[in-house]
């Protein structure tokens, strides 16, 4: 399963990570300076790239 995380600086947003990571997932994260979240066109065009299930 593939899973794309916001915010993945962060402590919950790492944390979510390696969560993800222990269990088998593919985890794929961007931080705040990676991605604005407030830029609908960015967040768009990351998750089209990472093609997450969740």
Not at 9 to 17: D, E, M, S, T
């Amino acid at each position: 399963m593939r899973v794309f995380v916001t915010g993945a600086g962060g402590q919950v947003g790492r944390a979510l990570l390696d969560a993800c990571a222990t269990r088998g997932f593919e985890a794929f994260g961007k931080g705040r300076a990676e991605l604005d979240v407030t830029n609908a066109r960015a967040v768009r065009d990351a998750i089209e790239q990472v093609r997450p299930d969740w």
